[in-house]
């Protein structure tokens, strides 16, 4: 007699195997990952399906910290913030912050991977090359370089960047994308004649890179990394109260082009 697993194959998966009394997670047992295994370090093990550890897992968790909030000026923040004031949930209100996420805003980081992969597969001697063909087919901005905010410098980006390198000296990661990181600084500036430093896009990139994660989960990354402060905006705001907050005060108006 042959079993009918028509209903229990619907879903497949290798992440969670579970039964009245027992849950085990990438094959370990909850009880044995709850208060031995950081919550960095469990993110890696849901997503990727192995363990990180040492210098590794100390370079995610960095990239982790480092982009959890940019101010009520990024839009997911201010998203999240005026949905608190519209009398929904805090989930919702989260939701609505991480669903400004998209190819511009959150985008870059995935796209930055992208690139440093083509850079690394053509060469740094095609350096040129690979940021022409990039321009060409995606626009004049080189994603994770300049900001528009942090001038003359994005004070995250630099103590990413030397903590891949320290790591890159014991083993822990090639280094390879952060020389390509700075081997774009470079060319841009050669370009612009003036400073175009690597922003936390950009940064952050060069560390997933470097752990080899597939381009958009670092996209995926950043949103769970701003979803920390996607939910302290929303909390702090319904803490403050307020209702139906636009993004500006009432006695300022937009400018009207019609008839």
């Not at 960095?40 to 990180?52: N, Q």
């Not at 190819?103 to 040129?128: C, S």
């Not at 302290?232 to 019609?258: D, I, L, S, V």
Request: with cysteine; charged share 20%; aromatic share 6%.
């Amino acid at each position: 007699m042959t079993t009918n697993t028509d209903v229990s194959d619907w879903w497949r998966t290798k992440i969670i195997d579970m039964e009245p009394g027992r849950i085990h997670l990438r094959g370990q047992p909850i009880q044995d990952l709850i208060g031995n295994t950081g919550f960095a370090r469990m993110i890696w093990l849901m997503v990727v399906g192995e363990d990180i550890s040492g210098p590794r897992a100390d370079l995610f968790e960095a990239a982790l910290v480092s982009a959890v909030d940019h101010g009520p000026q990024a839009p997911s923040i201010a998203a999240a913030r005026m949905a608190s004031t519209c009398g929904i949930g805090l989930q919702s209100a989260m939701a609505t912050g991480l669903n400004m996420l998209g190819d511009v805003h959150g985008g870059a980081g995935e796209q930055a991977v992208g690139l440093y992969r083509e850079i690394e597969t053509a060469g740094l001697d095609k350096l040129v090359t690979c940021l022409d063909d990039w321009r060409e087919k995606h626009g004049r901005f080189i994603p994770g370089f300049g900001h528009r905010f942090h001038k003359p410098v994005d004070p995250r980006a630099p103590r990413l960047l030397g903590l891949v390198e320290d790591a890159a000296k014991v083993g822990a990661v090639t280094g390879v994308y952060a020389q390509i990181g700075r081997a774009i600084e470079t060319r841009l500036a050669e370009e612009r004649g003036k400073s175009v430093p690597m922003n936390i896009d950009g940064a952050t990139a060069v560390i997933y890179a470097e752990l080899g994660c597939p381009a958009p989960l670092a996209r995926g990354f950043f949103g769970l990394s701003r979803s920390v402060g996607i939910l302290a905006h929303a909390w702090e705001q319904m803490e403050q109260g307020g209702r139906n907050k636009g993004p500006t005060p009432p006695e300022y108006r937009w400018t009207y082009e019609g008839v």
